[in-house]
């Protein structure tokens, strides 16, 4: 079973759809606009050409709302409307995660339904019964990340897919690092930073040598592993790279660099409305750019 939504194509030319959404991404730092209903926006106005170009970008986020989907409803909890009711996902998949059953029972329907288009969903459900609910995260997103790769063609997708992968990686070590986890964290290939290299950083705890790689990822000098930082160093490398790809009034970049600046903003809004009022000078540390 397909990931995305079998909806009708928009009939809006390319040309069209491109030229609102560069008037909308010069507007979202002004306006005010939920991640889901932009995403929903977009897709339900994507042509047939658009929708087959995107196709491994949108197979991401459509992975992103069914586990946060399970997040919930595997802990047996209701998930927020804007996040059920969102259009991108199959609806027989968010029927599934909804199905009153056992989780693993849950988990082992969704991997029957996954695996028939979607291989690496095999053995989700032994992966949910030894490791959890973040082993099976981690199979998802992998597999999504990996077959994504397989699966654009040159150019900026194949960049942000990639930037991704080396991105999760990066962050992966710096966690099992400041956690002292012994076990080696699960590295994924296909990124620019070759996994193998990352895992002899890993074993040799070579922090200045892993710094080094990650500052050139992220386009800026990375003076400290602490995952948060080293996380808003790489967003800013990715906010970069759309950036400048976004600059070809043409090119489906334009929709992937909206996308991204939405949910920048989203995150920020929503991290200026919890954190405590006492505490606001940590919004400079904590913001993304």
Known sequence: MKLLATTRPSEWPSET??????????????????????????????????RKRLEPFLDLLAMQQLILLGRYQL?????????????????????????????EARVGQL????????????????????????????????????????????????????????????LSIAKFWRWQVHQSPPLLDDGALPA?????????????????????RAGEAVADPHATRLEQALVKGLSRLLRRAGRDPLSPAVII??????????????????LPADRSALLTEVLLP
């Not at 193998?196 to 050139?216: I, M, P, S, T, Y």
């Open 111 to 170: 991997e029957a339904a996954l695996v028939t288009d979607y291989a690496f969903a095999r053995g989700l459900r032994d992966r949910w019964q030894n490791q959890g609910p973040g082993g099976f995260e981690q199979q998802l997103v992998s597999g999504i990340l990996q077959r994504g790769l397989r699966r654009a063609g040159p150019g900026v997708l194949t960049s942000v897919l990639r930037y991704l992968v080396d991105m999760r990686n990066l």
């Open 75 to 103: 802990a047996g909890e209701p998930p927020p409307e804007s996040l059920q009711s969102r259009i991108l996902l199959a609806a027989p998949l968010r029927e599934v995660m909804a199905v009153t059953a056992p989780a």
């Open 196 to 216: 193998a290299r990352l895992q002899r950083v890993w074993a040799e705890r070579d922090e200045a040598r892993f710094l080094l790689l990650a500052g050139r």
């Open 17 to 50: 759809l491109l030229a609102r959404l560069r008037s909308r991404r010069a507007q979202v730092n002004t306006h005010e606009v939920a991640l889901g209903e932009a995403i929903d926006w977009v897709y339900r106005h994507l042509n047939k050409t658009l």
């Open 257 to 274: 660099d909206y996308l991204w600046r939405v949910q920048q903003a989203a995150h920020n809004r929503l991290l200026e409305k919890t």
